[in-house]
Structures are given as structure tokens and as C-alpha cells.
């Protein structure tokens, strides 16, 4: 049979392009308008078209895109040190995406046991965790459909549930291969859960008592998503290894591992590297993106406007049956239903609203952070309704 497209069939994708943004905005190619309430899974920070953005991108791809990592890249070594002045940590490694991050921070630790002397080292992961899809990153991913029919899965990884302090002490006191824990500050792909304030410090002692890494992963809930630059800075701690990646360029493909202590001086030359990763446009990007951060306030933006909504959904949908939990922070917002719920985005993007159910049930909202109170009043007019008509079918219609 002749293929319909000539592209792989990885995507179940929905039946709408979009041909153009403007702020908060999405147009598709019949010319109807959106509200971005996704931002291309927390990539957008700025929105579409943000004019400084935009500037920037056209002046810098007339001077220079790409040179390589085998000479000087000036823009790397400013947009490292901003990092490292926000996260508090030593250096940085720049790649492309949040996969990418997230194998060198598996591959710092690796090494980082091997310099221990252990043979075989293990890392501790989380059940519901999201990590990437590459043979290394989907086997630390804690989703058997991620991982179904990719096995053999790489070995090395004592999986346990999020936010038990009793199962972190039982795998500190019976696997002495362990080198490092690694979490996501809040699960993205695994329905918004949040890993607590305290098991987020028990985490950080525990680590700091058997000498491990903790390496935490901001791919999705860093950037000022929560409201600080990196969602663990809520605890008061710091992490070893932090992969980020998603909205550091606000559009732009990007990666970074950020590293201190022990853990930034793993890695010498030959160990690890990338083609494009650190590329002077993806550079400029991520200055231009933390820039606009500061000059307008959208960590406080985020703060303010996401609490407006969580505080908002939970008025609106928190005692209706069917609602399970209104949760999150900032402007990452989970709310989880009782049943499956995956055609509300058909019927959202009906209403004009673009967002996203992950976990199967639980509907996620990640607007770009320039997302004011006048559009966090719409979406709430929009989809409150269509949450309430949805729970008001019979559970296995709705289903």
C-alpha cells in the first residue's frame, strides 16, 4: 500500500497547522485564532513573535549560525555565565534538546561512579518520570509505554516511587553501587506531580551523606516556569548535574547541562561533545530569552498569574465529581480528572484553546510566560465549561 505521507508514523498529530503566533496567540491556516495555552510544551517562553526575540535571531543569523565547537564561541561562554549566576553552580555543557541533557547528566554519573571505583554503577529514578527517548534516556524514564519494544533496556537504574523517603533510605542502605539520584522537580509528562519541598531536601542530605549526586532535571519546570528560575530553588537547595533545555531559547532548539562540585569536573576533553549544540544563534536565543525575563518580571508574572489560575480552577472544578486535584506551580498546572480524558483537546482547540492532556488524564496547561491576567480570564471562561459538559456525560461516553 502507498504511504499517505512521507513522513513516519510517530505522531498521532491533530488535524490543525498553524501558519503564525503573536504573543499569547496562535493563527492556523484557515485564519482561525488560538489561545496558546501549551507553548509548544513549555518552549515559547516569549511567545510568538516577541519583537526583541525576532530582532535578535535576524541580526545574529546575518552574522553567524553555526562555526563548531572546535574554536571559541563567545556567546556560549556569556550565556554560561549567566546560568551559572542564576543557578548558583560552577559550569556548563550546551547541547540541543532535553534528551540530550539528560544522557550527559547519565553519563556524568556514570563516570563519576567509575572514578569511585564502582564497577557498576546505579542511579536511583522515579516512578511516572519522564526523561527523553533515547535507549539510555527511556530506560531511567519510568512509562513501560515509552518503553515497550525497545528492550533490552540499559541497565543501572533502581526505580522507586516519588516522594517515599522510606524507599530513597531503603535503596541508601541495601545498593552500594548507587552514585546519584535523579528527579524532575515537578513530573511533566507524568501528570504534574510535583516532587515535595521536603523530599527534595531529604534528597539533598542523603546525597550529600553517601557522597552521591543529586541531579535534577528542569527540562520542562525550569526557566521561570514556577516562578524561579529553576523549580528546586523553591526547597532552598542546590543540585550537582541540572539538564534544562525546552524554554531556555523560547523557541530555538537548546540543551544545557549545568554542573558544580565534583560533577563539573567529570567530563574532559574527548569524553563528551555535540554538532550543533552551543551554536551562537541557539546563544543568542537563550540571552535574548533570560534577558526579556528580567527586564519584564515574567518570574513574578509567573507566580502571580499561575497562582490566579490554580487558586481559580480549584474554585471553579475543585468539588466537582470528577475532578481528582488542581495542582502545580506557577504557570505549570495539572488538573486531573477520574476518567481518560485526551478528547478535551479536540474540543478545546473547538473553543479556540490550545493545551494538552498527558498521563492520560490529567490536562496540562503551560502557557508562555508573557500569559497575563486578561488571557488567564479566558482560559478559564473557555474551558471550565467544557471540563464541566465533559464530567456530565456518562463516565464511559466521556471516556
Not at 543501572?156 to 528527579?183: C, H, Q, S, W
Not at 510535583?194 to 552521591?212: H, I, N, S, T
Not at 481528582?324 to 482547540?349: F, N, P, T, Y
Request: hydrophobic share 45%; proline share 4%; charged share 20%.
Amino acid at each position: 500500500m502507498a504511504a499517505t505521507s512521507p513522513l513516519m508514523n510517530t505522531y498521532a498529530r491533530l488535524p490543525v497547522a498553524f501558519s503564525h503566533g503573536d504573543g499569547a496567540w496562535l493563527f492556523d491556516t484557515e485564519g482561525k485564532r488560538y489561545l496558546d495555552c501549551l507553548s509548544g510544551i513549555a518552549v515559547n517562553t516569549l511567545g510568538h513573535n516577541h519583537p526583541k526575540l525576532v530582532a535578535a535571531l535576524r541580526e545574529q543569523v546575518a552574522r553567524i549560525i553555526h562555526s563548531s565547537n572546535l574554536f571559541e564561541v563567545p556567546l556560549q561562554t556569556e550565556l554560561g555565565a549567566k546560568l551559572v549566576e542564576l543557578s548558583g553552580m560552577t559550569n556548563v555543557f550546551f547541547c540541543n534538546s532535553g534528551l540530550e541533557a539528560n544522557e550527559a547528566a547519565i553519563k556524568i554519573a556514570r563516570k563519576f561512579g567509575h572514578g569511585k571505583g564502582i564497577a557498576l554503577p546505579e542511579i536511583v529514578v522515579f516512578e511516572k518520570a519522564f526523561h527523553g527517548r533515547s535507549l539510555a534516556t527511556l530506560s531511567a524514564t519510568g512509562n513501560e509505554k515509552v518503553q515497550k519494544g525497545f528492550e533490552p533496556l540499559v541497565e543501572g537504574f533502581v526505580r522507586i516511587p516519588l516522594n517515599d523517603v522510606a524507599a530513597l533510605r531503603k535503596v541508601a542502605a541495601e545498593r552500594p553501587n548507587v552514585v546519584a539520584v535523579f528527579m524532575e522537580a515537578i513530573q511533566g509528562e507524568g501528570g504534574i506531580q510535583p516532587a515535595g519541598v521536603e523530599f527534595m531536601r531529604e534528597a539533598r542530605r542523603l546525597c550529600d551523606e553517601k557522597g552521591w549526586l543529586l541531579m535534577i532535571d528542569e527540562v520542562q519546570c525550569g526557566t521561570g516556569r514556577t516562578g524561579k528560575w529553576f523549580a528546586h530553588q523553591w526547597a532552598g537547595i542546590k543540585a550537582d548535574v541540572m539538564p534544562l533545555a525546552k524554554g531556555l531559547a523560547s523557541g530555538v532548539p537548546i540543551g544545557a547541562v549545568v554542573a558544580h562540585g565534583a560533577a563539573a569536573e567529570v567530563f574532559g576533553p574527548g569524553n563528551h561533545g555535540t554538532t550543533f549544540g552551543g551554536n551562537p544563534l541557539a546563544m543568542r536565543a537563550g540571552l535574548v530569552t533570560i534577558a526579556t525575563m528580567e527586564e519584564d518580571g515574567l518570574l513574578q508574572n509567573a507566580a502571580e498569574v499561575g497562582g490566579w489560575l490554580i487558586d481559580t480552577f480549584r474554585r471553579e472544578l475543585g468539588g466537582l465529581s470528577g475532578v481528582a486535584e488542581v495542582r502545580g506551580q506557577g504557570l505549570m498546572i495539572g488538573i486531573e480528572l477520574d476518567r481518560s480524558c485526551g478528547e478535551l483537546v479536540k474540543s478545546a482547540l473547538a473553543a479556540g484553546l490550545v493545551l494538552n492532556v498527558t498521563a492520560d488524564r490529567v490536562i496540562r496547561l503551560l502557557p508562555p510566560l508573557i500569559f497575563g491576567r486578561e488571557h488567564a480570564q479566558l482560559l478559564v471562561d473557555r474551558l471550565v465549561p467544557l471540563v464541566r459538559e465533559f464530567l456530565s456525560r456518562p463516565a464511559a461516553q466521556a471516556a
